[in-house]
């Protein structure tokens, strides 16, 4: 079984400014992929960004990078030049690869990190 | 279409009683999921549908939990003789099976048993 640990409950960040949020997991798989989630108060998760295992560049869409280490199973999420409408509730989220590994595509989550930028 | 949706928003039941959910997942995905979300924790997987075939189920899905997806296009999350701690929220999310699989969930439905 996976598990998937966001150790930082909270966390705040000014405006403008960069922070990065921590996730570890744990596997024995070598093939999945990993996803950081956002849920705003009006609760609808979306997709922030997603990284394949067996590709070692790290992912990055727009203000947001991730730095995957896969030998440590370290998953961190940063945010540049933070905005006001970053703040929600962040999830890291582990999947095995569906057809490598025959399993859905279910996820597993971490408890989250409540992010909140202030002015 | 707008994405997955999810009715009803908010459910209020007293103890005992059986409440029903519906989701209606993106047109073209064929992977539908069920998960459930309880306050300060992630969500956690319930089951999930591939077309019609409901094809996994978490042991967290009691005898009390049935979910159907009848044609291949909504779902129904039914709970009967709901308990105290049912009282969370259902979220629902669809995907495609191959090519781009990340999951797009919708707005959830709240269910409070009192």
């Known amino acids: 079984a996976q598990t998937v640990t966001q150790s930082q409950p909270e966390m705040s960040v000014q405006e403008a400014e960069t922070v990065t949020l921590s996730c570890t997991y744990d596997t024995s798989e070598s093939n999945y992929y990993l996803f950081w989630y956002k849920q705003p108060p009006s609760r609808q998760m979306i997709l922030v960004i997603r990284q394949e295992a067996y590709k070692q560049q790290n992912a990055t869409e727009n203000r947001f990078s991730v730095n995957f280490q896969k030998a440590a199973k370290s998953f961190s999420l940063k945010i540049s030049d933070s905005q006001l409408g970053d703040t929600a509730m962040y999830f890291c989220a582990f999947m095995k690869h569906p057809l490598l590994t025959g399993g859905g595509n279910k996820l597993t989550f971490g408890t989250g990190t409540q992010l909140k930028v202030e002015l | 279409d707008t994405g997955v949706s999810q009715d009803p928003r908010h459910k209020i039941t007293k103890r005992g009683q059986n409440v029903t959910f519906r989701c209606d997942p993106i047109?073209?995905?064929?992977?539908l999921y069920w998960y459930r979300q309880t306050l300060g924790q992630g969500p956690e997987f319930l089951t999930y549908?591939?077309?019609?075939?409901?094809?996994?189920k978490s042991r967290l899905l009691s005898d009390r939990f049935s979910a159907e997806r009848p044609k291949g296009s909504f779902s129904t999350l039914e709970i009967q003789r709901t308990e105290q701690g049912d009282s969370a929220m259902y979220l629902c999310?669809?995907?495609?099976?191959?090519?781009?699989?990340?999951?797009?969930f919708g707005q959830g439905t709240r269910l409070t048993v009192v």
């Open positions: 999310a669809s995907s495609l099976a191959t090519g781009r699989t990340e999951a797009f």
């Open positions: 549908f591939q077309n019609e075939a409901q094809l996994e």
């Open positions: 047109s073209e995905h064929n992977r």
